[in-house]
């Protein structure tokens, strides 16, 4: 199921070794901090220091972080569709859950301040990177109609 997960966040297959790397996740990041998650096999919680950046959510071991950082993992946030508290699901304070149409990955915060943060940033880099509507798709209601209209 997590590498389900994790393919269904990166797009539908297996990420590039160096994926992210195009970021650079090591200084002025959008937001950063620790947050804990599940691993990707042994579903046992684990603290990472997480980094959003340019529509990516990379996690790291460590906080110092420099151009040669290798992220453990990253998520493209076009891919998700929302971001939620999700204390109820987990029975657990300053949970939050990112969700795509096909599964969900859950977030532990260390107060409800940074879980609301993170929440705030993530949703608005959701709007910012979405792929659901495309330029393409953009309605422009300023045009006149095509056509005859009788």
């Given at each position: 199921?997590?590498?389900?997960?994790?393919?269904?966040?990166?797009?539908?297959?297996?990420?590039?070794?160096?994926?992210?790397?195009?970021?650079?996740?090591?200084?002025?990041?959008?937001?950063?901090?620790w947050?804990?998650?599940?691993?990707?096999?042994?579903?046992?919680?684990r603290?990472?220091?997480?980094?959003?950046?340019?529509?990516?959510?990379?996690?790291?071991?460590?906080?110092?972080?420099?151009?040669?950082?290798?992220?453990?993992?990253?998520?493209?946030?076009?891919n998700?569709?929302?971001?939620?508290?999700?204390?109820?699901?987990l029975?657990?304070?300053?949970?939050?859950?990112?969700?795509?149409?096909?599964?969900?990955?859950?977030?532990?915060?260390?107060?409800?301040?940074?879980?609301?943060?993170?929440?705030?940033?993530?949703?608005?880099?959701?709007?910012?990177?979405?792929?659901?509507?495309?330029?393409d798709?953009?309605?422009?209601?300023?045009?006149?109609?095509?056509?005859?209209?009788?």
């Amino acid at each position: 199921m997590a590498a389900t997960l994790y393919a269904s966040l990166m797009g539908g297959g297996a990420a590039k070794k160096d994926e992210g790397h195009e970021v650079e996740f090591w200084h002025d990041p959008e937001r950063a901090g620790w947050l804990m998650k599940q691993g990707e096999y042994l579903r046992t919680w684990r603290r990472r220091w997480f980094v959003l950046k340019e529509g990516k959510i990379f996690w790291f071991k460590e906080t110092e972080l420099s151009k040669n950082s290798k992220p453990r993992g990253v998520i493209l946030v076009g891919n998700c569709l929302t971001v939620k508290g999700a204390e109820d699901a987990l029975n657990r304070p300053y949970a939050f859950e990112l969700s795509t149409s096909k599964e969900t990955m859950y977030f532990i915060a260390d107060t409800d301040k940074e879980k609301e943060d993170w929440i705030n940033s993530i949703g608005r880099s959701i709007v910012r990177h979405s792929k659901s509507v495309t330029d393409d798709e953009v309605l422009d209601y300023d045009s006149k109609p095509v056509g005859n209209p009788k």
